[in-house]
């Protein structure tokens, strides 16, 4: 069930604007669009955010095809987003955390390209787009960091094209585990133990593997020593491994190794 918050209102269930979550006092303030405003454009960026929104696990914020609206600035929980491939089966596009921003797939269309999924019980913070294009104009600042925010968007996308079109299956899930890695260190949380949010189902789907390979990788990773797993609780004790394994740097030497075998028998 998706509960939606006014940021004034004398119902019970509803956060008044006195104990509203402000730009200027939430955390993740630096991952968000309140980057680099001083504290006159933050009240202004306050404003224009309508309410915030609940959203319970397994629950949309928004599916594919629906008008467009709204941007959505996570204050907590996490989001998967997913369109529909030309086989009719689900594509998960990406994981979302706090500090991300949703719904940028439909500015240009006026209709969402895809479904975002909460994962767990969410909170997003609602903001009207037609608002924000007015404020973008007033704060030079603020635009510039929405344009760096679409380009990195647009940079993770074909980054996702790379490593499915190029990687091994090891190399993936590798890049993928340190990525969630680097994603929890921004937010200031730990980044060797962490927890899957995701299913092994979304991750392979998310990687273009079976669920039966994101589960044999789990366990060889684990017999490796470079992670430790019980349930979705997830170590990283090898994070020099892992890095070697996703850029290549471990395949290479195993080449080298098994040519040296042959150079030997060569040269004598």
Same mark, same amino acid.
């Given at each position: 069930?998706?509960?939606? $918050?006014? %940021? ?5 269930? #509803?956060?008044?604007?006195? =104990?509203?979550?402000?730009?200027? @006092?939430?955390? &993740? ?7 680099? +405003?001083?504290?006159?454009? +933050? ?19 928004? !599916? /594919? ?13 996490? &989001? ?5 491939? /030309? ?7 990406? &994981? ?5 921003? +949703? ?27 037609? !608002? @924000?294009?007015?404020? #973008? ?6 635009? *510039?960091?929405?344009?760096? $925010? ?9 980054? #996702? ?11 993936? &899930?590798?890049?993928?585990?340190? =990525? %969630?890695?680097? *994603? ?15 299913? *092994? ?7 273009? /593997? ?18 430790? #797993?019980?349930?979705?609780? %997830? ?6 491994? /892992?890095?070697? %394994? ?17 150079? $030997?028998?060569?040269?004598?």
């Amino acid at each position: 069930m998706t509960t939606t $918050i006014q %940021l004034a209102s004398s119902n019970p269930h #509803v956060v008044s604007a006195p =104990n509203a979550a402000k730009c200027a @006092m939430c955390s &993740f303030r630096n991952l968000c669009l309140p980057v680099g +405003l001083d504290d006159t454009d +933050l009240g202004r960026l306050d404003q224009i955010i309508a309410r915030r929104r609940r959203v319970a696990k397994d629950e949309p914020l928004f !599916r /594919l095809d629906d008008p467009f609206h709204n941007l959505y600035a996570i204050r907590y929980g996490h &989001f998967k987003t997913s369109q529909v491939n /030309l086989r009719g089966e689900q594509q998960i596009t990406g &994981f979302q955390m706090a500090g991300d921003l +949703l719904g940028m797939d439909a500015i240009g269309t006026g209709r969402h390209g895809s479904s975002a999924v909460a994962l767990d019980d969410a909170e997003v913070c609602e903001i009207p787009f037609a !608002r @924000m294009q007015e404020l #973008v104009i007033q704060v030079p600042s603020l635009m *510039r960091h929405f344009h760096r $925010i679409m380009s990195h968007e647009i940079t993770r996308e074909q980054n #996702v094209m790379l490593f499915l079109g190029n990687m091994r299956a090891e190399q993936r &899930f590798a890049l993928f585990l340190l =990525n %969630l890695s680097s *994603r929890y260190a921004a937010r200031g949380q730990s980044s060797s133990q962490f927890q899957l949010r995701m299913s *092994r189902e979304d991750i392979g789907a998310y990687l273009g /593997l079976t669920i039966e390979s994101i589960s044999r990788l789990l366990s060889r990773f684990r017999q490796s020593g470079w992670i430790k #797993v019980d349930n979705r609780e %997830l170590c990283l004790l090898d994070r020099a491994a /892992l890095e070697n %394994l996703a850029s290549g740097a471990a395949e290479e030497a195993s080449a080298r190794a098994a040519e040296q075998p042959r150079r $030997i028998r060569q040269a004598a």
